[in-house]
């Protein structure tokens, strides 16, 4: 009998391994495919590396606006790819060397949960004093939607080896703009059709406009409050029919709808765990009904983000040990797009902060007066959001690198700090974070570059 037997090494999973193992307790961590899941080897890393490909074209057909003689040639997509696998591997490596150094039983194969506290794994039965599932999520796609050939996933994309001429993407939310970004900077005619009335509808409706008007700017095409209804390829393209009858023509289509829990045919029903359209429940303990048996990662309604389900396995490892953390609080986890520009936001979007607080403030310091941001040449704004006469509750930025200032900007809202601390706090200048200074400053009345 183990203390935890995990089922599936992503995010979720691995972390919560690692800091079982800390703990000294016994750990089986149970993996179909490969260590790291779809973060490391389907999703946060591969395009990451695409992205910063793609700022790398951008950096070379611009750099005449700097006065440094470069041209913009194309993209070699065998060697973007080369590099974009060299950095998977290495950190799978890394990650398969942490994982053996600890005292962590490690099983390769597909697992069932079998009853309440046992996995079974290629007709091997794991009993675990806990049981942690953590088996992730797939990417979506529409009914009537097959996925092949030109029609293609997050899965797909990633791994093909050119760059086509043009592509529609269905979706506009986190991963549909961070493909858009990278091929438009690879040349690509993009168009985004996004089914609700702004594109990354989830931001902060400041921000969501900024994106428009920054993707506008960069001629990528998009589409919004309009559905989808067809798609139609053949050997030259996809035709795309929207509800509104307009149609769309493109060498790939990219369905970034959303991604579904994996949770199928895995024993969880069986068990009796409860469920709700394939998600598992957990109370805030990350615990299920079933007792002893937690959930962690995408599976669990709410963000699906890495360092949610990093966070989450630390924290079921430590509930077992009975060190009794502190729950986490979903609204304190950093969201970050990592498109050009980058969006990254915490907490309330103005919207939701007048729902839940009725009163509040909030402030928009333009990069504009941020001179890292002169220097970078790009645009956007911090907004900040605070309850009335209280303490800061939202923060939502957008521009290059914006992404890089969530660190402080996490800190701020989860420790609930008032903008008159902030204001004391010294920002190095000339740093883009000193733009998070300067929110501070002036929604504490004392702005120092901004107009009141
Ligand atoms: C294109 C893309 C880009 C993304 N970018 C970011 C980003 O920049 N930042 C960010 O925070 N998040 C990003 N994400 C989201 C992030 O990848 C997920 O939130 C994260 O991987 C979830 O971790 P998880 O452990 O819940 O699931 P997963 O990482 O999906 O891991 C689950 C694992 O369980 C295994 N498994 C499933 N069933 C079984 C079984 N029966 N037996 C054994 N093993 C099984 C799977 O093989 C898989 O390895 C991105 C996702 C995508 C698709």
Known sequence: MHDIVILGGGSGGYACALRASQLGLSVVLIEKDKLGGTCLHRGCIPTKALLHAAEVADTAREGENFGVHSTFNGIDMTKVNEYKDGVIGRLYKGLQGLVKSRDITFVEGA???????????NGERYEGKNIVLATGSFARTLPGLDITGRIMTSDQALTIDYVPASVIILGGGVIGVEFASVWRSFGVDVTVVEGLPNLVPAEDAAVSKAMERAFRKRGINFKVGVRFQNAVQDADGVTVTLESGDTLRADLLLVAVGRGPRTENLGYEAQGINMDRGFVLTNERLATNVPGVFAVGDIV???????????????VAE???GLAPQSIDESGIPRVTYSEPEIASIGYTEAQAKEKYGEIESYEYNLG????????????????????????????MIGSRVGELIGEAQLIYNWEAYPSEVANLVHAHPTQNEAMGEAHLALAGKPLHAHA
């Open 111 to 121: 697992g069932t949960l079998v009853a309440p506290n046992v996995v079974e794994v």
């Open 301 to 315: 309604p709410g963000l699906q983000l890495a360092h949610r389900g990093f966070q989450q396995g630390i924290f």
């Open 319 to 321: 509930e077992i040990a």
């Open 369 to 396: 007066g941020n001179g890292k941001s002169q220097i970078l040449g790009t645009t956007g704004f911090i907004k900040l959001i605070r309850q009335k006469d209280g303490p800061v509750v939202g923060v939502h």
